[in-house]
């Protein structure tokens, strides 16, 4: 097994957490469920099925879950054009992979919106394993994408750092007890992310890769 650094994508390396939220926003709104978006932004990360219980209550009615979540997938997909990479992304992961250890994004996208995201980081070349939400029964704070990242790309847990920007990321990381870098680029404050128990946080990839050679990364051994 290999050491590696697994990083999750929507928000991390790729600026789509503020687009998450408005399309979660009107796709709630078109059924009656209106949520500021302040409390639907610190929600993104969880899958649609934890988000929609962390909104609206595990008590509701779950009748019209299904048609809220393709509701935000079609609002979500009339940006997929315009996504852009947050700086320093592709080169962040080049950085890394140079050093040794595998790359590894750890997403829990729908297979055909990874494909595009993968589009924008533009760093295939350097990729070793990614997954999408085929890949995980739950959805994070649970650890499932971690552990099919881990499986799929022969990387050893011990061995491992991950790198997110939310607090579901930093959680379903320490299920796993592997160290979380947080990037403040998904809205989420350096002060959120370290009380949720990240080892570092930094602005952006590009910050973290400025600083690469001082970080948890560093001390990975290929």
């Known amino acids: 097994m290999r050491s590696g650094v697994l990083f999750d994508v929507d928000g991390t390396l790729?600026?789509?957490?503020?687009?998450h939220t408005v399309a979660w926003w009107e796709a709630l709104r078109q059924h009656d469920a209106d949520v500021p978006m302040a409390e639907i932004h610190?929600?993104?990360g969880?899958?649609?099925?934890k988000l929609l219980d962390h909104l609206l209550g595990d008590d509701?009615?779950?009748s019209d879950d299904d048609m809220m979540s393709s509701a935000h997938d079609?609002?979500?997909?009339?940006w997929w054009e315009r996504l852009r990479p947050l700086p320093g992304a592709a080169e962040l992961l080049r950085a890394v992979a140079k050093r040794g250890p595998a790359v590894v994004l750890a997403s829990s996208a729908k297979e055909a919106?990874?494909?595009?995201?993968?589009?924008?980081?533009d760093a295939d070349d350097v990729i070793t394993a990614a997954t999408s939400?085929?890949?995980?029964?739950q959805s994070k704070p649970a650890p499932d994408i971690l552990q099919a990242a881990l499986q799929q790309s022969d990387v050893d847990p011990h061995r491992a750092v991950f790198v997110g920007d939310s607090v579901w990321d930093v959680k379903a990381a320490a299920r796993l007890e592997i160290p979380c870098i947080g990037l403040t680029?998904?809205?989420s404050s350096a002060a959120e992310l370290s009380e949720a128990g990240t080892i570092a946080n930094y602005d952006n990839p590009a910050a973290l890769l400025a600083a690469l050679d001082d970080s948890a990364i560093a001390a990975l051994k290929a």
């Open 60 to 62: 509701r009615d779950r």
């Open 46 to 49: 969880m899958g649609s099925d």
């Open 74 to 78: 079609i609002l979500y997909g009339a």
């Open 185 to 187: 680029c998904g809205g």
């Open 14 to 19: 790729v600026d789509t957490t503020y687009l």
């Open 113 to 121: 919106e990874l494909k595009k995201l993968r589009q924008v980081i």
């Open 42 to 44: 610190r929600a993104i």
């Open 133 to 137: 939400s085929s890949d995980a029964e």
